[in-house]
T-cell receptor, first 112, second 116 residues
């Protein structure tokens, strides 16, 4: 059974801190790993990673994938209160029409 | 439309009542997915449509759950004889491609169902 595990489940930091969120996975026929940010209800897309070692970056957020060790990290530098959200990791596979498999998410709270 | 639209935003149902949740995907999107997200959990897959064909319904938790997309656009998720454990946010997502595509899915804001 495909599995995605995120850690930590929750995290509280002060504004300006740097955080690292972790995602490990066990799936067959891996295609890509995706990160989403969920503030209210609709998860919004952040990154899609398909190749090992290539960092994707958007502003203060960056992410990298390690396909040998089967994990990804999401880094947020100089955190702001607006970064408070649940960050979801999901994995896509080549197995037919199977859907994205999500982890439970990491709830990040940034306090002023 | 510009995004994935779901209605109603909130629904309170008495135990045993039937409910219908609507999803209006982005125009032209081929793939449509329903997910169930319980409090403090990640989204759990329910069912997947490619156009009007329901290709995977392995995630539907019981035969009380039924989904349709008769004309390949709007989809309805119906839950019969609701139970308290059905309380969750029901997320709909769509994708232009068959499957995930290059940018993942676009999610709607969800319907929060509370069964009392």
């Amino acid at each position: 059974e495909d599995k995605v595990v995120q850690s930590p489940l929750s995290l509280v930091v002060h504004e300006g801190d740097t955080v690292t969120l972790n995602c490990s996975y066990e799936v067959t026929n891996f295609r890509s790993l995706l990160w989403y940010k969920q503030e209210k209800k609709a998860p919004t897309f952040l990154f899609m990673l398909t190749s090992s070692g290539i960092e994707k970056k958007s502003g203060r957020l960056s992410s990298i994938l390690d396909k040998k060790e089967l994990f990804s990290i999401l880094n947020i530098t100089a955190t702001q209160t607006g970064d408070s959200a649940v960050y979801l990791c999901a994995v896509d596979t080549y197995s037919g029409n199977t859907p994205l498999v999500f982890g439970k998410g990491t709830r990040l709270s940034v306090i002023a | 439309g510009a995004g994935v639209s779901q209605s109603p935003r909130y629904k309170v149902a008495k135990r045993g009542q039937d409910v219908a949740l609507r999803c209006d995907p982005i125009s032209g999107h081929v793939s449509l997915f329903w997910y169930q997200q319980a409090l403090g959990q990640g989204p759990e897959f329910l069912t997947y449509f490619q156009n009007e064909a329901q290709l995977d319904k392995s995630g539907l938790p019981s035969d009380r759950f039924f989904a349709e997309r008769p004309e390949g656009s709007v989809s309805t998720l119906k839950i019969q004889r609701t139970q308290q454990e059905d309380s969750a946010v029901y997320l709909c997502a769509s994708s232009l491609a068959q499957g995930t595509g290059d940018y993942g899915y676009t999610f709607g804001s969800g319907t929060r169902l509370t069964v009392v």
